[in-house]
């Protein structure tokens, strides 16, 4: 059969058209941005080593909140074999 019959066999069943087409034409490959082990984007983070405002603001206003508890409430470490306690502060003022 010629060619220009093919074609016209094509157009007369669109699922078959569809099908060919989508065959000829390869899937593009999902890119997504690349993530460090921590979960934040490396822009983000290089960033951050960088003192870049944006990133410094996005990596301070989420870890503002546990920050602030530790410095508020204390917290226990160990040093040179031995175990200690930041009492933490009375007031937020001395934060």
């Known amino acids: ?3 220009a019959h093919a074609s016209m066999r094509e157009a007369a069943n ?3 058209a569809v099908a060919r087409s989508t ?3 390869p899937a593009e ?3 997504d941005p690349p993530m460090a082990p921590c979960g ?3 822009a983000t983070l290089r960033g951050f080593r960088d003192g870049e405002p ?3 603001r996005d990596v301070y206003r989420l870890h503002v909140g546990d920050v602030t508890g530790l410095l508020r409430h204390g ?3 160990e040093s040179a074999g031995r175990g200690h306690r930041f009492v933490g502060y009375d007031s937020a003022y001395e934060l």
Do not use: G, N
């Open 1 to 3: 059969m010629p060619p």
């Open 14 to 16: 669109p699922r078959r």
């Open 23 to 25: 065959r000829a034409v």
């Open 29 to 31: 490959p999902r890119i």
């Open 40 to 42: 934040w984007h490396f």
């Open 54 to 56: 944006a990133a410094l």
């Open 75 to 77: 917290f226990s470490f």
